[in-house]
């Protein structure tokens, strides 16, 4: 029987649930996830669980949330000036995604969590911090 093993490239289809059973994520609009076992892109329990299996086979794999999107830190909703916001023509709202740009480039995703005359405060934590999750997973295939 042939298993997954590092360095293989595997397809899954998978279903992602919070501990209140709330779907998070899922390949179920039929696009599986395809990935190269061992290239730390994915949390690595999730990766961990699909080391091993063989075409076919179902796991279910819980990940507490400092192995997942880590725990929710409060140091990271910080308050900026509306000044420094992009003038797209939108005010910043409560609840509204944005991206902020660092000086190299990279952007990190944010929520805004509350909005006054001078500042707006957002919270820079990943939407899943906090969250335990858990993962259906099943091996479609191993090429």
Same mark, same amino acid.
């Given at each position: 029987?042939?298993?997954?093993?590092?360095?293989?490239?595997?397809?899954?289809a998978y279903v992602g649930?919070?501990?209140?059973?709330?779907?998070?994520?899922?390949?179920?609009?039929?696009?599986?996830?395809?990935?190269?076992?061992g290239d730390?892109?994915?949390?690595?329990?999730?990766?961990?669980?699909?080391?091993?299996?063989?075409?076919?086979?179902?796991?279910?794999?819980?990940?507490?949330?400092?192995?997942?999107?880590?725990?929710?830190?409060?140091?990271?909703?910080?308050?900026?000036?509306?000044?420094?916001?992009?003038?797209?023509?939108?005010?910043?709202?409560?609840?509204?995604?944005?991206?902020?740009?660092?000086?190299?480039?990279?952007?990190?995703?944010?929520?805004?969590?509350?909005?006054?005359?001078?500042?707006?405060?957002?919270?820079?934590?990943?939407?899943?911090?906090?969250?335990?999750?858990?993962?259906? &997973?099943?091996? &479609?295939? &191993?090429?």
């Amino acid at each position: 029987m042939n298993r997954c093993t590092k360095g293989s490239k595997v397809k899954v289809a998978y279903v992602g649930t919070l501990s209140d059973g709330t779907v998070f994520d899922s390949s179920e609009d039929g696009n599986p996830l395809e990935f190269v076992m061992g290239d730390g892109k994915l949390i690595a329990d999730f990766e961990g669980a699909v080391d091993g299996m063989s075409e076919g086979e179902k796991k279910t794999v819980s990940v507490p949330a400092d192995r997942a999107y880590g725990n929710r830190d409060e140091s990271l909703i910080r308050s900026f000036p509306r000044n420094l916001l992009p003038s797209d023509g939108r005010l910043p709202a409560q609840g509204m995604a944005l991206n902020l740009y660092l000086p190299n480039g990279k952007s990190i995703p944010g929520v805004i969590v509350a909005v006054n005359e001078q500042d707006v405060m957002v919270d820079l934590n990943h939407p899943l911090a906090g969250q335990n999750l858990t993962f259906e &997973i099943t091996l &479609i295939s &191993i090429c």
